[in-house]
């Protein structure tokens, strides 16, 4: 579905993606984990032709994105931060969505889902953040589209909320779609995960399945597992001098 | 690109601002026409606050609407629409929200007034058109300056900047040019630096239209003198369109390799 050969992307002198190969071929969800700042977002707005890589190629099923934007119709996205022009309402939200994408949505059975039927004719900018990361929810989700891709879906999230969302993800699960979620919460991971993607310094570090990843680690929980590799990592740091410092850091920002 | 601009300018038809715009147009140009005595009179007193208030405005909302509408942006571009469509969606809809309430603020006191039966009824459009392009033109250069400046603070500064120097600085230095070659002859010089200021043609252009040499200033004269009224006017209106396509190809230019 979605191939990346050789991705590299820098910000300025900072390299963000130092050459990532990934293939997303079988359906399921794949988590992309990672401390802040190790490249999950560039990567997801790579795929999305948000931020543009210096070299590499993605293909999308067999076609190179470079310049393309109609490939996008395939992909429901949810954006990290949920914020949205505040003079309109939920209601009009959805609809210009609508009015973009084109298509039929099923925006109905989404609103009841999430209970957000008494905030549909409220202002954006009058909502909570939690109401309107469901709206975010929402406006990504209700298209049904072959990839899904989320950056922190649960942030603000109330456990009703959280339990409905893991709900949806397994019924579109089963409907043989590729989903990339990042987060950085665990066991949300361990939960709905089929595959990790592991990204560290701008590298993949791992890739496979969660009980390999365990297994890899010699770890009983992922939590352990991702801390064995962090580690792993600072015995690479030491050689420059700053190793227990930088894993300090990345231990915390996980 | 044209849905876009509708959901900017639904967006925009509910900030207060834009209201507070409107009203304060529509309060101004009453007083001047009920209270300053005539239509005349009332369209040169315009001009002289159109001139500066509409590009100041028009800078300062284009670059707001772009920095608040960020993450909204973001949004916007993992939709399946071409990049250029949605900056020129957004740019049109600040632009043209402007112009309305400009249209509507100055427009309805005239009418009400009676522009219509009036002989002043052509150089009230050019008034209008002139706000018209200000709004155009500086919207655009403000969105081309945010969109090649990630950081907020700088790009307000930039964009402020860019306006105080059309605005009041490039016609001190203009007039410093002119005082120091005063031995030289300058006609040529005079007619090509106010080429570059839209703020200055516009002010040519309105100026020619009511034919009042008294205001005129050098450029103005030079421009009658050497191209004549109407060749000056089409002049100065070709070159203010430029002045709007310009900085438009620039936000082309500038999202098309921008990283979000």
């Known amino acids: ?254 | 690109m044209f849905k876009i601009l509708k959901y900017s300018f639904y967006d925009l038809s509910r900030s207060r601002w834009i209201y507070i715009y409107g009203a304060f147009y529509l309060l101004l140009t009453a007083s001047l026409l009920w209270l300053g005595g005539g239509v005349s009179k009332a369209i040169i007193s315009l001009m002289n606050i159109i001139l500066v208030l509409v590009p100041l405005i028009a800078t300062m909302f284009g670059v707001m609407y772009y920095y608040n509408s960020r993450e909204f942006t973001e949004l916007l571009l993992a939709q399946p629409i071409r990049r250029s469509h949605i900056f020129f969606g957004q740019y049109l809809g600040v632009a043209s929200s402007l112009a309305i309430s400009l249209l509507l603020g100055v427009g309805l006191p005239f009418v009400l007034y009676g522009i219509f039966t009036s002989p002043e009824i052509w150089n009230f459009s050019v008034l209008l058109l002139v706000g018209f392009f200000l709004s155009f033109i500086f919207s655009a250069v403000a969105f081309f300056i945010a969109l090649r400046n990630e950081n907020r603070i700088k790009g307000f500064g930039l964009a402020i900047l860019v306006w105080l120097f059309f605005a009041v600085i490039y016609d001190g230095l203009f007039l410093l040019a002119l005082s120091l070659f005063s031995d030289y002859p300058l006609e040529t010089f005079a007619i090509g630096a106010s080429m570059f200021n839209p703020i200055d043609l516009s002010r040519i252009l309105i100026l020619l239209k009511l034919d009042i040499s008294a205001l005129m200033g050098y450029t103005g004269a030079v421009i009658q003198k050497f191209l004549g009224t109407m060749m000056g006017m089409a002049c100065s209106l070709g070159v203010l369109l430029l002045w709007a396509v310009l900085p438009a190809w620039g936000i082309k230019r500038v999202a098309v390799r921008k990283d979000f």
């Not at chain 1, 190629?57 to 954006?79: E, H, M, S, T, V």
């Not at chain 1, 010699?218 to 050689?239: P, V």
């Open chain 1, 1 to 254: 579905m979605i191939t990346i050969e050789n991705l590299q992307k820098s910000f300025g002198k900072q390299a963000v993606l130092k050459g990532i190969s990934l293939e997303f071929a079988r359906p399921g969800i794949t988590a992309i984990l990672g401390p802040n700042g190790s490249g999950k977002t560039t990567l997801i707005k790579s795929i999305l032709g948000m931020a543009l890589p210096e070299k590499g190629r993605i293909r999308f099923q067999g076609k190179d994105i470079r310049g393309g934007w109609a490939y996008r119709r395939q992909i429901d996205y949810l954006p990290q931060i949920a914020r949205f022009p505040e003079n309109l309402t939920v209601r009009e939200l959805l609809r210009m969505i609508r009015d973009l994408r084109g298509g039929q949505p099923d925006a109905n059975r989404l609103i009841r889902l999430f209970a957000l039927e008494p905030y549909l004719d409220k202002r954006l900018g009058a909502l909570s953040g939690g109401t309107r990361q469901k709206a975010n929810i929402v406006q990504a989700l209700m298209y049904d589209s072959p990839v899904v891709i989320l950056d922190e879906p649960t942030s603000g999230l109330d456990p009703v909320a959280m339990i409905r969302l893991k709900e949806l993800l397994r019924e579109e699960k089963e409907k043989g779609k590729h989903i990339l979620v990042t987060t950085h919460i665990m066991s949300f991971v361990e939960e709905m995960a089929d595959e990790v993607v592991f990204l560290l310094e701008g590298h993949i570090h791992f890739q496979g399945g969660l009980k390999e990843l365990k297994e890899k680690y010699n770890a009983a929980s992922l939590e352990r597992a991702i801390a064995n590799i962090l580690q792993e990592g600072k015995l690479g740091f030491k050689a420059n001098g700053h190793g227990a410092k930088a894993a300090r850091l990345v231990l915390k920002a996980l």
